[in-house]
């Protein structure tokens, strides 16, 4: 058998590393993915866990089976966090499960099907504007374009109200709590927007429609290929991810570009490079700083370390999208750059479900924001989440 | 199976890389160095999970065509 020496680590970092605001690069991840690239760290539970920071070891951990995101958060094992969220949904399951959720899901998601939505995604995004135009100058754009789009994009889809927005931010929210919130206050959040979702799926079973929702519940209900517990757990999954991602990523995505009003400009000039445009913001944009941990389900060398069976394992997508092995000069802004091959989408078997959708969205947002509004700019500093697995900006003041 | 012999084809213009039908499939698919998905041309005939992986492409770059054996994709 090959002969592997554990990398002598220099110490055990606490984790997550301090909030800083905005989405430039972190030096933090600059330093391990040079110096100590799978690294070990304290996670907030008090569990120890590795930290695996550049390009090829994170798309590794992201694709290789041993790395178990059920043994994360089913029986014994490390945790993030002391309590554990959503054990019965997608995120939270390994082949052959998952592969028989997602493909409940899939067929809706496809880049057809997004390709399909785009016409009805830029009509809302120009009438949310049309909205926007008329109020009293500076408006914050997080509340009046970033998140009631993709709210009514997934709200649509799923055929839910449009009209629960706050709510559903809040939870939304709870659910990427790393250190922002007590594990009590999740879980109650969890709780509520499980009691708000277990009222939509009574409502809709009694009137089935032609949506995504209605889809998932005739397979629980006909086909018996969901429980009611999994069915739940899509729901938060799907309203989570689907709306509150793509709102962090477009709030997100209009800062950087207004934080060099030359970015912005050239997207108004040239909004044929709205596409690739928003593929280089997805890669710069240092906004998944943690992740969702995996378990080695047995010894697994990685790099210079052997991560052992039961070690918990944190692949940061944020921190992969600058590595220097798969980007030159990743530190710099590049709208005209050929990215082909980001993870802020992740990689493998969890591969974001909602990818191609969030894509037609981020393009139709950006191009109806840049043609209605050319004189955007930042009004004021923007304000921050922080203690969440992602960041992203709370509110946007813009004028015009 | 049909009763013809076909094998598994990745449109490597409209595959994105998602690794999801190497995670999948992994005796049928892998990914180049491109980081596109490439069809094994070694795999066999296609099973339950080609299938799975077809059902699951983001981008629906998977088809099968009729043929066995060694071709290019």
Known sequence: MEHRRRRRTGEIRSFPFPHRDGLDPLPEFARLRRDEPVARIRLPSGDLAWLVTRHADVRRVLSDPRFSRARATRGDGPRVNRTTTLPNSILAADPPDHTRLRKLVAPALTGRRAEAMRRDIAALAGELLARLAPLPRPADLVTHFTRPLPLAVICDLLGTPRSDGELLDGWCDALRSVTAMADARVMSAVDEMTGYLTGLLRTKRAHPDDDLLSALIAARDDGDRLSEEELLSFCVVLLSGGYGTTANRLAGMVHLLLAEPARYERLCREPELIPGAVEELLRYAQSTVSGNLRVAEEDVALGDVIIREGEGVLAVLASANHDERAFPQPDLLDLTREVRSHLSFGHGAHFCVGAQLARVQLQEALAGLTRAFPTLYAAGPAVWKRGLSSRSPRSLPVGW | ?73
């Not at chain 2, 076909?6 to 999948?24: F, M, N, Q, Y």
């Open chain 2, 1 to 73: 199976m049909p009763p013809e012999a076909e094998r598994l084809v990745v449109d490597r213009a409209l595959c994105i890389g998602s690794g999801l039908c190497a995670a999948t499939a992994p005796r049928h698919f892998l990914l180049a160095a491109d980081r596109r998905s490439i069809a094994r041309p070694d795999a066999g005939a296609p099973d339950a999970d080609a299938a799975d992986a077809m059902a699951l492409c983001p981008v629906e770059a998977i088809s099968l065509v009729p043929g066995a054996g060694v071709a290019p994709a």
